[in-house]
Structure formats: structure tokens, C-alpha cells
């Protein structure tokens, strides 16, 4: 499905459950998602969705992701109420990649800062770019 | 380390030699990237590295990338001139994400299109977003 639409143009649509029915979940069953804030474009943070978890997020609204420490499915910000509104889910090309365009409540991380992206890396060091915020974020 | 640098403030550096070597990359010895266009905010592409694509990147500050269906190290816009100079690398709380903020020439996907991410889906629907250019992109 994926190849085919890759010639396809801007309003070509296919039923949602064709597509999930097509999606190259990894040999976990899991695919990769970026959670990006819908406004600023602010990277928060990378997760995974088995097939339950997205269509989850697709009835619900709420960003629900795959606990891979947990084995158990994430319902962002249950246990800290940093949860995440869901403004559009995109994937990519070959659908194995999930875009969600989300309204981040607080911190995405679970260390409370707002992106877990918090490490500048370059050739000779690694700089810590925010500070730890009092309050915690929820468990991954 | 990763866990040790939670707590640090904004400014805390460590050598990018012993970070490297803390990194959890998978099984597979992969690690999940995802590309930023710098000044916009868009997220371009999520594709994967393995230890010497982020050394090599580091170094040349051109996105290199391991292709998991080429297996080789997958030189962005080596054949098709869309090549991505890197800004900034970034890598999240626990050390299993990178965030590459660059400067994309082009197209990032392979089709062409600037985004591989041209596909809105939603609870009955997968729609297309954006139009195939006639020029592709570089083979993933």
C-alpha cells in the first residue's frame, strides 16, 4: 500500500484500517513515534506503539504509547498528568515511522523537563542543555 | 552515565568519547534518529545510525545514516544531492534517541517530497498530504 501511494497525490485517502492492516510493525510489533508540539514544533520525545496503543490513540484523542520496560501500554501522563492532546497523527513514507503532533501538557520527559532531547552531543563533549525541573514526569 | 546526567544542571559536560560508549544501541546495534529541518522546526525523516554513522557524522557534520535495507552506511544525498548538513546533535534522557537538527538540501524522502511524513492519518482515514515532485530522492 505504502509504494503505491508514494506516487500518489495530496488527497489521495485509503480506509484507516487498510493502512494499520499494512503497517511494517517491527519484529516486537512495535513502530517507532516522534511526539512533536503542534505549535512550536518543539522535538519532545521518541516512543513506541504496537498496533493496540495507535489505535488507541486514533479513537481516544490522547497519546498512548508502548512501554518497553513496562510491557504494558503508556497512557502518557496517567501517572503525572503531563499528557498529550493529539492535534494530527502522520506516518511516514514507508509507514514505519509515526509522527504524532501533540499538545504537550507540562513536561514530556520523564525527568520533567519539556523535551527529553536535553543533550547537546558534539565532537570532544556532551553539554547537558536544561536544567532538572523540581516536579517529575511520569514513568516510561 | 545517562541516568547520573538526570539530575545535572544546564552546562554539565562529559567527553563524547565515554558518552559513545554508554549509548544502548539495540540488538541490531542501531540507534532511532530523527532529522529536524533546523530553522523551521519540520520534522523531516526518522532513520537509524549505528555507532561509526554517528562518529562519521560527528565528524564530517554531514548526516550519515546506517540503511538497514542496504546495510551499509547510508551517506544522506550521496546519490541524489539532497544532503543534510548537520547544526546540532542531540540525544535524549536515557541515550536511545537522536535528534539531528540540519539544514536539508531538497527532499528528504526518498520520493522526493521535503517530509517523508505526507500521510495524515486519522480514525477512518489516511489521506495523502502533498504532491510527488518529479525529481526523486536518494535511495533509503
Not at 17 to 35: E, M, T
Not at 118 to 129: A, F, G, T
Amino acid at each position: 500500500m505504502f509504494k503505491n501511494l508514494e506516487s500518489s497525490t495530496a488527497g489521495t485517502a485509503v480506509a484507516t484500517d487498510a493502512a494499520l492492516a499494512a503497517l511494517p510493525f517491527d519484529r516486537d510489533g512495535l513502530i517507532a513515534v516522534v511526539a512533536q508540539q503542534f505549535d512550536t514544533g518543539e522535538v519532545l520525545m521518541l516512543a513506541w506503539m504496537n498496533r493496540a496503543a495507535l489505535e488507541e490513540t486514533l479513537t481516544t484523542g490522547r497519546a498512548c504509547y508502548w512501554s518497553r520496560s513496562r510491557k504494558a501500554l503508556w497512557r502518557k501522563g496517567e501517572t503525572s498528568g503531563c499528557s498529550q492532546t493529539v492535534k494530527e497523527v502522520r506516518l511516514d513514507c514507508d509507514g514505519d515511522a509515526v509522527l504524532l503532533l501533540v499538545d504537550q501538557r507540562d513536561g514530556a520527559c520523564h525527568t520533567g523537563r519539556r523535551s527529553c532531547f536535553y543533550h547537546r552531543i558534539d565532537k570532544n563533549q556532551l553539554v547537558v542543555l536544561s536544567d532538572p525541573p523540581l516536579r517529575h514526569g511520569d514513568t516510561r
